[in-house]
Nanobody, 126 residues
Framework: QVQLVESGGGSVQAGGSLRLSCALS????????VAWFRQAPGKEREGVAA????????YYADSVKGRFTISQDNAENMVYLQMNSLRPEDTAMYYC???????????????????WGQGTQVTVSS
């Protein structure tokens, strides 16, 4: 069982930056894929960034490449999402999610992620 808690959301003007944090706790976090998803009102949940805990591979949706960076602190069991050059269309609830150990990573299938945080709201104004 893994628990995830997000923090760091807020309101920012277009062009600004935010850093989201995801704290993981529980049994056997190593090897899991951790991803950030987002969901705007009336839209489907979409994956934006993913990384495998303890690994070096990262994955990004085309809409955020070059603007968002996912990183991890394995000693602290933390995963971060640095979001730069934010746009109004980035406004959404952002969720941190994890797979089982060595689950699929980068495919953005929500069904692959069995563990979810409660979400943190990001609002970007123009």
């Amino acid at each position: 069982q893994v628990q995830l808690v997000e923090s760091g959301g807020g309101s920012v003007q277009a062009g600004g930056s935010l850093r989201l944090s995801c704290a993981l706790s529980g049994y056997n976090t190593k090897g899991r894929c951790v991803a950030w998803f987002r969901q705007a009102p009336g839209k489907e949940r979409e994956g934006v960034a993913a990384a495998r805990l303890g690994g070096s591979s990262t994955y990004y949706a085309d809409s955020v490449k070059g603007r968002f960076t996912i990183s991890q602190d394995n000693a602290e069991n933390m995963v971060y999402l640095q979001m730069n050059s934010l746009r109004p269309e980035d406004t959404a609830m952002y969720y941190c999610a994890a797979t089982n150990p060595y689950g699929a990573c980068g495919g953005w299938r929500t069904a692959d992620f069995g563990y979810w945080g409660q979400g943190t709201q990001v609002t970007v104004s123009s």
